[in-house]
């Protein structure tokens, strides 16, 4: 049987629905995944950064690297 | 990348396309700093404590994307504090048309036939952003290129894309203006931030693995084609889709090539960010090593302290810092990436009309030069004072760095509509790309933590303990 595009289209768009809408929701609830999920907002990471600038905290020298480590012998 | 060019894209009679995206990249540069200079801050202008992120810039409130949301779509339009950002989210997409509507000015195309097809690009950008926010999504770092892939392959597949929307499927264009302006992030000065230690790790390390594995590929693998080899060991090696992205640009990667690279980075990604702090735990490494191996393998940059993070604040500081390093190593890579293409790949499969530094010029990426540009300009800014630092910082985190994000999600949009899978099937089924990217992420492994353990944990490590 062959499937007109609109209607492929509607399908696959009613699939990307039930996924984000009722599966990844649900999915959310599992202990494990909400330990990681506030683990990850209480200390304000934003993992989905795909470059230094896109974190919610810059990247600064911290003084203990400073104490622990020889930057320049 | 190789495919539709401007010229070959149907019709783009002007400048080339290179330039066009060099000149509107530099333009949109000049315009955030100038902006951000004369709203600078009269109180505490060179405090980091005071703008931890730089000088706000009033472009800020000119483009947004949506945020996390789980339950409800309306989280998606609300900012952290509860205000709506819907009205930053819609001028973010208008950004984007402005550049298609001015590449389409200066590259002499019609611009309204390209409009109606970049208002759909962007309205398919946008639902990308929205699939990828979605809270579970993204703390596990499946990012928007992802996403912006998917919609355009199964778009593409599924109904096709109409001679209207043909007409405006400019990826490369959307891509290389994203990187021109990209270059404003990648300052020189950051690659000392960590010293000897860091330097050793990233510039030892980084390249070895590159060249090594890129090798690997071509003489062992037997990949029919460079580009894809390249393109894997980049984001492998380097960090992830931001330098699969330079440097696909800098050795025309094919669509589907870029694709699938990417692809194979955010799922090994997600499984390293998953794995590798409780591997770190049952080890029992130093936090400062155990945060260095993390910065040096894991390719996104967000997955790296995410990972860092739940070993501890100290892994965390030392993953996101290495990591910040290797990110500032992406202009040296594509330029060289680029020289190397043009000099000697290209030389080789193409005939030979003159000596090589002709021909190299003749096929250089000249878009390279503008991301080079940009780069060298925010790098001396950006050294000049505390204040200055400030500027830079403040422009690209609080603009160039969403726009670019939008360039790139409308590209990847373009990508997977053009996309072909078919080219690369027989590639893919025979394994060898997946076979690159674990063989070369193993030596990245091997070598980091060896060189993290010789730098940061026993040369560079002071005796503090009594």
Redesign the interface.
């Known amino acids: 049987m062959r499937v007109s ?2 209607v ?2 509607g399908l ?1 768009m009613t699939a ?1 629905g039930i996924v ?1 809408g009722i599966v ?2 649900r ?2 609830r599992f202990p494990v ?1 909400v330990r ?2 506030a ?2 907002e209480s ?1 304000e ?11 919610d ?6 003084a ?2 400073e ?7 | 990348m190789a495919g539709a060019g401007w010229k070959s894209s149907g019709g783009w009679h002007g400048l080339h396309e290179d330039t066009v995206a060099t000149i509107i990249g530099l333009a949109v540069l000049a315009l955030a700093l100038a902006l951000t200079w004369i709203a600078r801050p009269a109180d505490d202008p060179g405090s ?1 404590a005071t703008w ?2 730089g000088w706000p810039t009033p472009l800020a409130k000119t483009i947004d994307k949506p945020q996390t949301w ?2 409800s779509l309306d989280a998606a339009f609300h900012d952290r504090k509860g205000n709506s950002i819907a009205l930053p989210i819609v001028l973010g997409g208008g950004w984007v048309v402005a550049v298609a509507a001015a590449g389409a000015v200066l590259g002499g195309r019609s611009v309204g036939r390209m409009l109606p097809g970049s208002v759909v690009l962007v309205l398919l950008a946008g639902l990308a952003y929205l ?2 926010s ?12 992802l996403w912006a892939l998917m919609i355009g392959i ?2 593409g597949n ?3 894309v109409p001679a209207w929307l043909g007409q405006s499927l400019a990826g490369e264009f959307f891509i290389k203006t994203g990187l021109v302006i ?1 270059g404003a ?1 990648v300052l020189f000065g ?1 690659l000392l ?6 330097l050793l790790t990233s510039w030892v390390v980084t390249p070895i693995v590159l060249v090594v594995t890129f090798w690997c590929g071509v003489h062992l693998l037997k990949i029919p084609s460079k580009s894809l080899c390249m393109v894997i060991s980049a984001d492998m090696s380097v ?4 330098a699969a992205i330079a440097t696909g640009a800098a050795c025309r990667a094919k669509k589907e090539e870029l694709s699938l690279a990417i692809g194979l980075s955010l799922v090994f990604t997600v499984l390293m ?1 998953v794995a590798m702090p409780p591997l770190i735990d049952w080890i029992g490494l130093d936090p ?1 090593v155990g945060g260095a191996w993390l910065g040096g393998t894991i390719d ?4 790296v ?2 990972a860092g ?2 070993l501890g604040k ?1 892994a ?3 993953a ?2 290495v ?2 390093i290797q ?1 500032s190593m992406i202009g040296i890579i594509a330029f060289a990436v680029a020289v190397y293409w043009s000099g000697w790949v290209d030389r080789s499969t193409g005939p030979r009309e003159g000596s090589l530094v002709a021909e190299a010029w003749k096929r250089f990426p000249r878009f390279i030069l503008g991301f080079l540009t940009a780069s060298l300009v925010c790098s001396w800014l950006f050294s000049l004072s505390p204040a200055h630092a400030l500027w830079i ?1 403040g422009t ?2 609080g603009f160039t ?1 969403r726009l670019r ?1 939008w360039l790139f999600c409308t590209g990847f949009v373009c990508m997977g509509l053009q996309t072909n899978f078919r080219e690369l099937a027989p590639v893919v089924a025979s394994g060898r790309p997946l076979l690159l990217y674990v063989g070369g992420q193993c030596l990245n492994l091997v070598l980091t933590l060896a060189m993290a353990s010789l730098t ?1 944990g026993w040369l ?3 005796v ?1 303990e009594p």
């Open positions: 595009p609109p492929r289209l696959v990307i984000w990844l929701p999915l959310g995944i990681h999920v683990a990850m200390r990471v934003n993992p989905a950064a795909m470059y230094y600038t896109e974190l905290r810059l990247p600064v020298r911290s203990w690297i104490d622990r480590l020889i930057l320049w012998p | 980091r931890p992120k789980s339950e699939l990828a979605q809270k579970v999504i993204h703390f596990y770092n499946l990012e928007y290129p199964l778009i599924v109904v096709g990209f992030e950051r931030e960590l010293g000897v230690p860091g960090c992830g889709v931001s960010m400062i996104a940059t967000g997955a302290v995410a993070e739940s100290e965390g500081e030392v996101a810092t990591k910040m990110n910082d690209t985190t760095s994000g940061f560079f490590k002071k503090v």
